[in-house]
Each structure stands twice: as structure tokens, then as C-alpha cells.
């Protein structure tokens, strides 16, 4: 294939001989003319060697890096990546079985398709697009994501319409890629879950906290619960098998509400241990009475980008503030970020601070991460997004 090329500045391949997977527009000389955004372009250095092969896009990453070897693009490249993301799933012991169908097939940089997401849920499997080059070659993609799940898979969803790049202009609209509408129930250790892939939030149920749900199960019992920020209620279904005395989800939107419900009458049908409330979480926490014991805060993304990091980083002292002032003596606290603006020995300290300021006996119990099937490529270390702290509080 020949693809059109990019030539960097001298010394400015340094990161892509570390095998960093992003170019950035500084670092670019000059290139041949009317490459679009999408198409597949090579890198060399200042010296005209080889270096990279990927997608360009407009902006301040030029390049994301599909490949370091001089390679051609296509279907046999796309399978290989797949098959081999799929494989670690399998060697991490998380394939199908009778109390698991769901799990991230590919996670971007740390599966090495940056600019790709693939869930697997059921029967079905939920792609995002992120660059305008993955939205390109979505059709192939989902041929070869059904080729290699050995039959697993039967419908491949696409919602990038919110995480395409939106200066690009692509007409992108969410729907079947293959296959149609199928049962959007998909299990997790056991637990059944209603994934609303079409009109929820990402690709439609939030995977990366399972392992953290499991830890939470086994701090459950006999305590009472709220889960915060609760979206469809899966801290609160951990919880409930865990034992809790009650457990109480709060999410501003209803239809999570009618999501966490149906959830619960799913797996604990006619128990009177959960209540669910539509009210918005700072409101609540301001409100609720001091007798909960163990609280979950797993907000939204406060901070979506650099510019917003220093509202981001109040909005996690405030919020966790408030929790270490209403919370029992003894009791535990999971508390959780998931912006990638914010690092985590950010967070760490904003919830220190807002220790210090309830001035609280705090210790942490565990420092918590992504799960195994949303790996971070060493190379790129910003892949680690998600952080996490258990708090014990006198």
C-alpha cells in the first residue's frame, strides 16, 4: 500500500522510539499535501527512516500510531490485533461462561487500536469510534470483531455519534452495524444486568468498576449502603449480595433510576432492602441523615480535559468533604475518579484535604485501578484513568 507520508522535526522522534503511540502536531516538518483526516499515513523521522504507520487527524495529536513495523493496514492487520486482545481476555479468565458475558474486548492505546472501544455484552458487541480514522473502517472492524469471537457474537452496535471528533463532521449516526436489536441483559459474576447500549451512558454499562464491585461485596454485610452517583446500580447489586442491611442508589436521572430497578428486581425480587432516589448528589448528601456506613462516590468525569482541572479537583474535595462528614464512625468509604485530566496523586490529595478538613481519623484499605480487560500500554502511561481509594473512617 501506498500510503502518503508525515516527516517530523530532527530529535522529535525520541517518544516514538519509545514507542509512545501519539504524534503531536509540534513535532511534525512537513508533510505530503491533501492528506485527509481518517486516512492512513507513515511516519519518518527528520532523516527520512521509517518509524510509524496510523490514522492522521486534525489537532494536537497528529498521528495515532496503529503499527511500528513497515505494514500494510488491512483486514489480516485488524483480525491479528483482535484476535490477540481477545486472547489476554482468555488468559485473564475473562471469556464466557455460565455467570459471565460482559467484558471489554479492546480498550485503545492498551490494546494497541488506539482510537477504538469494543464491549461484549451477550450476544452483542458495543463499538466507539474516538478517531475519525476507526470511524473509517468501522464495517471491516465489525466483520472481523464477529470472525473472531468464535461464534459468540451476533450483533455489532455502533455508537460514536458523542466521541468522534466533532469539528470533523462525519455524519456519524449510532445503530447496526450487523445484526439487529437483541437481549440486553448480559451477566457479570453472576449478577444480571439491563444494559441500554442504544440511549445509556458509554456503551451503555460501566464494566471498568467490576473488580471494584467484588471488593465492595465483601465489605457489605450488615452495613448500610449508599451508593452515589449510582447509573444503573452495580455497587448497590454487589452490595445487596454482600449482605447489606439496606442499600440506597441516588442518581439525577430517572431513567438510571428505573435501570437501577429493574436491575435489583432482577437479581433480589420483592426485597424491600433497596430504595432508589432521583435527586442530585450534593443536594442528597447535604440532606441524608448521618447513618450510612458504607458510601460510594463514583461521579461523572469531572474533569473531561486540562482547562477544566482545577474546578475538577474542588468538585472531588467538596464531594468527598461532605461524605467524611456524614458518615458512621467505622465506616467505609469507596471513593473513585475517572478523569483522565486528573492523575492520580491529584486525587489522592484532594481527598486528603478533604480529610484533613473533617478533621477525621482516615486510613486507606486499598488503592484501587481498571480491571484487567481495560489495560494501560506501558508506553503510554495516560492510559491510566481510572483511580480509586478505600477509606476506613473513625
Known amino acids: 500500500m501506498n500510503y502518503k507520508k508525515i516527516f517530523l522535526k530532527k530529535g522529535k522522534e525520541a517518544s516514538l522510539q519509545r514507542f509512545h503511540p501519539w504524534v503531536f502536531s509540534g513535532a511534525i516538518a512537513y508533510a505530503d499535501k491533501n492528506i485527509n483526516e481518517g486516512e492512513i499515513v507513515e511516519v519518518y523521522t527528520a532523516d527520512k527512516a521509517f518509524i510509524a504507520v496510523g490514522h492522521y487527524q486534525i489537532g494536537s495529536i497528529a498521528v495515532r500510531v496503529l503499527s511500528f513495523n513497515n505494514q500494510t493496514i488491512d483486514k489480516a492487520f485488524w483480525i491479528k490485533r483482535l484476535n490477540a486482545a481477545y486472547q489476554m481476555r482468555k488468559d485473564m479468565g475473562l471469556d464466557y461462561t455460565d455467570k459471565h458475558s460482559s467484558f471489554r474486548l479492546v480498550h485503545g492505546e492498551g490494546d494497541f487500536l488506539p482510537g477504538l472501544i469494543v464491549d461484549f455484552y451477550g450476544s452483542t458487541a458495543v463499538m466507539q469510534a474516538h478517531s475519525v480514522g476507526m470511524h473509517l473502517h468501522r464495517a471491516e472492524i465489525a466483520d472481523c470483531i464477529v470472525k473472531i469471537s468464535e461464534g459468540k457474537i451476533k450483533n455489532v452496535y455502533y455508537k460514536s455519534e458523542t466521541t468522534l471528533p466533532y469539528k470533523a463532521d462525519t455524519g456519524a449516526e449510532n445503530g447496526y452495524l450487523i445484526g439487529s436489536d437483541s437481549d440486553a441483559v448480559a451477566l457479570e459474576n453472576g ?24 471488593l465492595l461485596e ?12 449510582c447509573y444503573t446500580g452495580g455497587f448497590s447489586c454487589y452490595a445487596m449480595r454482600g449482605g447489606a442491611a439496606c442499600v440506597h442508589s441516588v442518581d439525577s436521572s430517572a431513567k438510571a433510576i ?97 480529610a484533613a478538613m473533617s478533621g477525621r481519623k482516615v486510613r486507606i484499605l486499598h488503592q484501587l485501578t481498571q480491571p484487567v480487560d481495560h489495560p494501560i500500554n506501558i508506553y503510554h502511561p495516560e492510559g491510566e484513568y481510572l483511580k480509586g481509594l478505600v477509606l476506613y473512617v473513625e
Not at 441500554?196 to 464491585?213: H, L, P, S, V
Not at 482547562?307 to 464512625?329: C, H, P, T, V, W
Open 218 to 229: 465483601q465489605y457489605a454485610k450488615g452495613r448500610r449502603v449508599l451508593n452515589m452517583f
Open 191 to 214: 449478577l444480571k444486568f439491563c444494559i441500554d447500549w442504544e440511549r445509556g451512558q458509554k456503551t451503555g454499562f460501566f464494566i471498568d468498576q467490576r473488580a471494584n464491585r467484588q
Open 258 to 354: 428505573d435501570l437501577v430497578n429493574k436491575n435489583m428486581e432482577m437479581n433480589f425480587p420483592s426485597d424491600t432492602r433497596h430504595e432508589a432516589y432521583a435527586q442530585d448528589a450534593f443536594k442528597f448528601l447535604d440532606q441524608m441523615d448521618e447513618n450510612y456506613d458504607l458510601i460510594v462516590l463514583d461521579p461523572p468525569a469531572f474533569a473531561k480535559h486540562r482547562d477544566a482541572l482545577r474546578n475538577a479537583l474542588q468538585g472531588y474535595k467538596r464531594l468527598n468533604a461532605k461524605a467524611f462528614e456524614k458518615i458512621k464512625s467505622g465506616g467505609i468509604l469507596f471513593t473513585f475518579s475517572c478523569s483522565q485530566a486528573v492523575d492520580k496523586d491529584q486525587f489522592r490529595l484532594a481527598v486528603f484535604s478533604a
